[in-house]
T-cell receptor, first 113, second 114 residues
């Protein structure tokens, strides 16, 4: 199993540009989520999905869109990038159930100029 | 609502000394608690988790944590620090069912002095 994969690893954008961060998992996990990590802030939940066709907002959803058309993929879209979205983004997946382990991807480092 | 407080953004210990990283949580329902480790420029790796079974939980790399409900704590310990333990450590809580995300603490950077 490849686990959770993310592309790209690093991206530089100009303010106002759009892009999609890709996330895929091959563990047949129902639950997938996106977090952003900022220095001294820990990780904060952006959006999550409990299955194909179902998404919901987390703690910091503004400026981000998601969709879930398949179990495997959960892309994160920035429609108009802002410098405040400079961060490291992590995708994660797990089985449903409160005690299930959440597996994280390697992250995408995004710089918005 | 749930929250996590990690005391100390940086903790420095000597190689071979006890490692103690503190985590306190708040949750309106019985919690699931997790410790993750992050090495530089990498993703997060699970160290251990508490899921309402044994209150003393053993994890990978010699780490363990004890769930203390009366103190709302889940401190991480390791008897003898190694240089390879230098990393960022995150405590996280999940207070509900299948739709709940993890709420993370702000992290503790562990420094190992030779």
């Amino acid at each position: 199993n490849a686990g959770v994969t993310q592309t790209p690893k690093f991206q530089v954008l100009k303010t106002g540009q759009s892009m999609t961060l890709q996330c895929a998992q091959d563990m047949n996990h129902e639950y997938m989520s996106w977090y952003r990590q900022d220095p001294g802030m820990g990780l904060r939940l952006i959006h999550y999905s409990v299955g194909a066709g179902i998404t919901d907002q987390g703690e910091v959803p503004n400026g981000y869109n998601v969709s879930r058309s398949t179990t495997e993929d959960f892309p994160l879209r920035l429609l108009s990038a802002a410098p405040s979205q400079t961060s490291v983004y992590f995708c994660a997946s797990r089985l449903t159930g409160g005690g299930e382990t959440q597996y994280f991807g390697p992250g995408t480092r995004l710089l918005v100029l | 609502a749930q929250s996590v407080t990690q005391l100390g953004s940086h903790v420095s210990v000597s190689e071979g000394a006890l490692v103690l990283l503190r985590c306190n949580y708040s949750s309106s329902v019985p919690p699931y608690l997790f410790w993750y480790v992050q090495y530089p420029n990498q993703g997060l790796q699970l160290l251990l988790k508490y899921t309402s079974a044994a209150t003393l939980v053993k994890g990978i790399n010699g780490f363990e944590a004890e769930f203390k409900k009366s103190e709302t704590s889940f401190h991480l310990t390791k008897p003898s620090a190694h240089m390879s333990d230098a990393a960022e450590y995150f405590c996280a809580v999940r207070g509900g069912g299948g739709a709940d995300g993890l709420t993370f603490g702000k992290g503790t950077h562990l420094i190992i002095q030779p």
